[in-house]
C-alpha cells in the first residue's frame, strides 16, 4: 500500500521561501510521475506541478511558474516542492499525489494527509 | 489551459440516485478522473478512465461521458456518500492538470 507523507509547512512572511517534502513508500517511487496540489482554506483543489518519473520534465501550473520548483530524489524516495516570492494567496494546504500513470486519464491514485502553508506577516 | 466546469451543489435523498457532471474541452480528449473529499481529509480518487473503481470504491459509483461531459453517478446514495466530489483532467497540451471547482453533495 502506497504511503506519502508531507513535511515542511508551517507560516511563512510574504516575499520569503520554503520547501516542501513528501516522503513516499510502500511502492516503486522512480517508476511514478508525481504531483503537488494545493487547496487553499475554503476553497476547491488546484493542480501545483508535475514531475516526470526521472525528473527530467516540469510542468507548473500558470500561478506559480517561474516561482516553484518540483524536483525528486529517487535514491531518497522523496518529493520536492520549493516555494519562492511566496504571496499570501499561496495559503492553503499542500498535497503531494501519485500520478497512476494511464495516458487517457489524470488519475492520481494516492495522496498524502496534506501540509498546510500560511503566508503571513 | 482548459477549465472544468462542475454544479456547486447538489443534493439527493437517501437510497436515491443523483448524477454530478463536470464540463469542459479537454474531456473531448481525455477521461475524467473523480475524487471525493470529505471534510478534514485527503482527496479520494473514486473513478478513473472510461469508468474504472479503484479497490476499495463501491459498485454504487459509476462514471460516463457524452461529449464535453462528464458524469458521476451515485446509484443508491448513502449517508457517507455525502462530501465535497471534483472531477480533474488534462488540459489541451495533454500535460498540465485541472480540476473541476468542485460539488458539495448533500445526502437528505
Known amino acids: 500500500q502506497a504511503q506519502l507523507v508531507e513535511s515542511g509547512g508551517g507560516v511563512v512572511q510574504p516575499g520569503r521561501s520554503l520547501r516542501l517534502s513528501c516522503a513516499d513508500s510502500g511502492f516503486t517511487f522512480s517508476s511514478y510521475a508525481m504531483h503537488w496540489v494545493r487547496q487553499a482554506p475554503g476553497k476547491g483543489l488546484e493542480w501545483v506541478a508535475l514531475?516526470?518519473?526521472?525528473?527530467?520534465?516540469?510542468y507548473y501550473a500558470d500561478s506559480v511558474k517561474g516561482r516553484f520548483t518540483i524536483s525528486r530524489d529517487n535514491s531518497k524516495n522523496t518529493l520536492y516542492l520549493q516555494m519562492r516570492s511566496l504571496k499570501a494567496e499561496d495559503t492553503a494546504v499542500y498535497y503531494c499525489?501519485?500520478?497512476?500513470?494511464?495516458?487517457?486519464?489524470?488519475?492520481?491514485?494516492?495522496w498524502g494527509p496534506g501540509t498546510l502553508v500560511t503566508v503571513s506577516s | 489551459s482548459s477549465e472544468l466546469t462542475q454544479d456547486p451543489a447538489v443534493s439527493v435523498a437517501l437510497g436515491q440516485t443523483v448524477r454530478i457532471t463536470c464540463r469542459g474541452d479537454s474531456l473531448r480528449s481525455y477521461y475524467a478522473s473523480w475524487y471525493q473529499q470529505k471534510p478534514g481529509q485527503a482527496p479520494i480518487l473514486v473513478l478513473y478512465?472510461?469508468?474504472n473503481r479503484p479497490s476499495g470504491i463501491p459498485d454504487r459509483f459509476s462514471g460516463s461521458i457524452s461529449g464535453n461531459t462528464a458524469s458521476l453517478t451515485i446509484t443508491g446514495a448513502q449517508a457517507e456518500d455525502e462530501a465535497d466530489y471534483y472531477c480533474?483532467?488534462?488540459?489541451?497540451?495533454?500535460?498540465?492538470?485541472?480540476f473541476g471547482g468542485g460539488t458539495k453533495l448533500t445526502v437528505l
Open positions: 514531475t516526470s518519473f526521472d525528473g527530467g520534465q516540469t
Open positions: 499525489a501519485r500520478d497512476q500513470g494511464l495516458p487517457t486519464t489524470a488519475a492520481l491514485d494516492y
Open positions: 478512465d472510461k469508468n
Open positions: 480533474n483532467s488534462r488540459d489541451s497540451s495533454g500535460y498540465q492538470r485541472v
